[in-house]
DNA sequence: TGTGTTATGTTATATAGTAACATTGACAAA
DNA sequence: TTTGTCAATGTTACTATATAACATAACACA
């Protein structure tokens, strides 16, 4: 078999590190196949599953897409900017919201594991572009 | 040119409003079949659209449901937070938060037009549970 | 060598969401 | 009353997203 080590794993990060733009399982399938067409579903979705768990990439759970994560290891809750223009992300790493939900949490009593931040607009590029047209 | 029956959307959100838990669209289409064997997915996908752009439901991205709001109209971002637990979603209309993510945006001249703020984890009610087993 | 663990392969299916076009029923203008 | 319009829903068929369950392969290491 070809299979060694990490490889899907890796291989996925890689596309994920290149892409402008989140990629769904399924782009990211359809990617790899063209060098291995015995892939299939369940293996980009555990590769997906490792990477998230290492935090070596984020779900964009708006899109049901992935992107890489493009700070080091962070805490702090990521914010992810969506534009609905060019299909960029940005990620942000806000110190000042990790807290505003800390202090929510708390305030409830609520044990946090995992927090999904997402804002969907229009980046600063784009807004520029469409002004300018 | 008002005044036509939009009986699903008022079915939906009834049921919704009863739910202590989110539903999916399929749990939904399941509910209300019991009283109209015809219904079909793009109909519960209809109403669900119509009730979010109104702002009476919120779907809760993390987990392909829908909860109904809980609050009256509210512009400041809703920060629900789900328990993995039970199930349960709460939902928190947040000054200070709407504020860090609006100075976030600021700061990347980024035009929000949607926020999606899910926290995932276990509820005080559960977390007491759990100690006491 | 054999035993446990991790990653992947394989098959099949479950769940979620939408495109495209047809039908219905209320309402109002003709 | 008839006709035209519009929003809501029905209908068919499909695409997209995700996982269950079991099989195989490679590796680490006692």
Redesign the interface.
């Given at each position: 078999m070809r299979g060694q080590g990490k490889q899907t794993q890796q291989d996925v990060l890689e596309l994920l590190k290149q892409s402008p733009k989140p990629m769904t399982a399924y782009d990211i399938l359809a990617e790899l196949k063209t060098d291995n067409a015995k892939l299939a579903p369940p293996t980009i979705y555990r590769a997906l599953s490792a990477l998230t768990d290492q935090g070596l990439i984020h779900r964009v759970?708006?899109v049901n897409a992935f992107v890489a994560c493009c700070h080091g290891d962070h805490d702090a809750a990521a914010?992810l900017?969506i534009?609905?223009d060019c299909g960029g992300v940005?990620e942000?790493v806000?110190d000042?919201?990790s807290k505003?939900?800390r202090?929510?949490?708390k305030q409830?009593?609520?044990?946090?594991?995992?927090?999904?931040?997402?804002?969907?607009?229009?980046?600063?590029d784009c807004?520029s572009a469409e002004v300018t047209s």
């Open positions: 759970e708006g914010l900017s534009c609905e940005e942000r806000d000042s919201l505003v939900l202090t929510a949490a409830t009593g609520f044990k946090t594991k995992r927090q999904v931040i997402e804002i969907y607009g229009v980046c600063s807004v």
